[in-house]
């Protein structure tokens, strides 16, 4: 008896997703529980599996928009095996390289990227021939993977005028409809400061390899700057509210969403009650979010809600920008690039690693006093960070 692939409801009030992508070929015999489409959705991206083994007959074309509930895929149940000279999608291997190659590569990754590699089934020979002469780490990692997903279009000959044309998903269209909802529905305003790094990036270098021994990764900047945003909310709880109708809601934890450039668009996944957690505690979290978000496997769960957004474009080169708020947050924080420049320090001009750093705030919520006044919180907390880090304990042991 044949059974269906059924669109399930991806959350309350979503009545249409978009079918992204199939994982199989029209006829592929398919396993049980193996992930066989990706789906769209305003909210999230997230992919079906197969409700039984057997040969699939696909319904549905990719680009699609579809109803909750409609069938995308019939399966008929019954041995056999996947054709010879046409596999899954989901099944393509990559070239295997000579072992000492391979063997060579992987030498040159640190110990988080190795995990993050062998988690995601990745020739270590094809991502250390992405980026020759470099150490591997989980950002060269990052860009791998996303250089994978998102490949660039292929490039006319000169003089064409040709051009490509292909639908918006559904999560792009909503991410389009909420920004603009947000510049006209918000007192939007952004204010600026600058903050000396030298201090972070002193203790990374100092405490890095202790840390990637003791919790299996290093210390990232974003772990920093969301341990000393949370201080710096119990300080200024205005930061933290949001608006309900007539209402101003002001709630006495912090959920921190970190804003993660996914191959489907921007998410934004929330760690709940950042406040409570230590820097190592942070930033598994973070990584773990992250990478979860390339691999689209994040919930529409770990996706809701938040009471202020951190976002950095420094990782992308960004010097600058003015970050538009996450609804109905009214607070967001940008992160930039870390340049040395000069820098006037106790009447001495020296060269510091500094970084740009930008509130953007709803005016209705936050007036320019608290605004200014928690962003220099956060540069003097990042500027000073062994009382962050140790609150009179030895900072390994948070």
């Given at each position: 008896?044949?059974?269906?692939?059924?669109?399930?409801?991806?959350?309350?009030?979503?009545?249409?997703?978009?079918?992204?992508?199939?994982?199989?070929?029209?006829?592929?015999?398919?396993?049980?529980?193996?992930?066989?489409?990706?789906?769209?959705?305003?909210?999230?991206?997230?992919?079906?599996?197969?409700p039984?083994?057997g040969?699939?007959?696909?319904?549905?074309?990719?680009?699609?928009?579809?109803?909750?509930?409609?069938?995308?895929?019939?399966?008929?149940?019954?041995?056999?095996?996947?054709?010879?000279?046409?596999?899954?999608l989901?099944?393509?291997?990559?070239?295997?390289?000579?072992?000492?190659?391979e063997?060579?590569?992987?030498q040159?990754?640190?110990?988080?990227?190795?995990?993050?590699?062998?988690?995601?089934?990745?020739?270590?020979?094809?991502?250390?021939?992405?980026?020759?002469g470099?150490?591997?780490?989980?950002?060269?990692?990052?860009?791998?993977l996303?250089?994978?997903?998102?490949?660039?279009?292929?490039?006319?000959?000169?003089?064409s005028?040709?051009?490509?044309?292909?639908?918006?998903?559904?999560?792009?269209?909503?991410?389009?409809?909420?920004?603009?909802?947000?510049?006209n529905?918000?007192?939007?305003l952004?204010?600026?400061?600058?903050?000396?790094?030298?201090?972070?990036?002193?203790?990374?270098?100092?405490l890095?390899?202790?840390?990637?021994?003791?919790?299996?990764?290093?210390?990232?900047?974003?772990?920093?700057?969301?341990?000393?945003?949370?201080?710096?909310?119990r300080?200024f709880?205005q930061?933290?509210?949001?608006?309900?109708?007539?209402?101003?809601?002001?709630?006495?934890?912090?959920?921190?969403?970190?804003?993660v450039?996914?191959?489907?668009?921007?998410v934004v996944?929330?760690?709940?009650?950042?406040?409570?957690?230590?820097?190592?505690?942070?930033?598994?979290?973070?990584e773990?979010?992250?990478?979860?978000?390339?691999?689209?496997?994040?919930?529409?769960?770990?996706?809701?809600?938040?009471t202020?957004?951190?976002?950095?474009?420094?990782?992308?080169?960004?010097?600058?920008?003015t970050?538009?708020?996450?609804?109905?947050?009214?607070?967001?924080?940008?992160?930039?690039?870390?340049?040395?420049?000069?820098?006037a320090?106790?009447?001495?001009?020296?060269?510091?690693?500094?970084?740009?750093?930008?509130?953007?705030?709803?005016?209705?919520?936050?007036?320019?006093?608290?605004?200014?006044?928690?962003?220099?919180?956060?540069k003097?907390?990042?500027?000073?960070?062994?009382?962050?880090?140790?609150?009179?304990?030895?900072?390994?042991k948070?």
């Amino acid at each position: 008896m044949s059974v269906e692939i059924i669109i399930p409801s991806p959350g309350e009030s979503v009545t249409q997703v978009q079918l992204a992508r199939w994982l199989v070929h029209d006829g592929d015999f398919v396993d049980r529980d193996q992930e066989v489409v990706e789906i769209d959705s305003d909210k999230a991206s997230f992919p079906l599996a197969a409700p039984e083994s057997g040969t699939i007959k696909i319904a549905v074309p990719e680009g699609e928009t579809i109803a909750v509930g409609a069938v995308i895929a019939v399966i008929t149940p019954g041995a056999g095996s996947r054709p010879q000279d046409k596999p899954a999608l989901s099944e393509v291997k990559p070239v295997t390289k000579p072992l000492q190659s391979e063997e060579k590569s992987r030498q040159n990754a640190t110990p988080l990227a190795k995990k993050i590699m062998e988690e995601n089934k990745l020739d270590s020979h094809e991502v250390s021939a992405s980026f020759p002469g470099k150490k591997i780490t989980r950002k060269e990692i990052a860009a791998f993977l996303n250089r994978k997903q998102s490949p660039g279009p292929a490039l006319s000959p000169p003089g064409s005028r040709s051009e490509s044309r292909k639908k918006l998903t559904t999560l792009r269209l909503k991410l389009a409809e909420r920004l603009v909802a947000v510049k006209n529905e918000t007192a939007m305003l952004t204010t600026f400061n600058e903050v000396n790094m030298k201090a972070i990036i002193r203790i990374k270098e100092k405490l890095n390899e202790t840390f990637k021994e003791r919790y299996g990764a290093g210390i990232g900047f974003m772990s920093f700057f969301t341990k000393a945003v949370t201080i710096a909310l119990r300080e200024f709880p205005q930061v933290n509210s949001m608006i309900d109708g007539d209402e101003l809601i002001t709630p006495d934890y912090t959920d921190i969403g970190i804003a993660v450039s996914a191959p489907k668009g921007l998410v934004v996944p929330v760690i709940r009650n950042a406040e409570g957690m230590s820097i190592p505690e942070l930033e598994l979290k973070i990584e773990e979010l992250a990478v979860r978000a390339r691999d689209n496997k994040l919930t529409i769960d770990e996706m809701k809600g938040g009471t202020f957004t951190i976002t950095n474009g420094g990782v992308f080169g960004s010097m600058m920008s003015t970050p538009i708020l996450n609804p109905p947050q009214s607070a967001i924080l940008g992160m930039h690039k870390i340049m040395e420049r000069p820098v006037a320090i106790d009447g001495q001009v020296v060269i510091a690693p500094m970084m740009y750093v930008a509130l953007s705030y709803d005016h209705r919520v936050i007036d320019g006093r608290e605004s200014v006044s928690f962003l220099v919180r956060v540069k003097e907390i990042i500027e000073d960070p062994v009382k962050m880090l140790t609150e009179g304990q030895d900072p390994v042991k948070l």
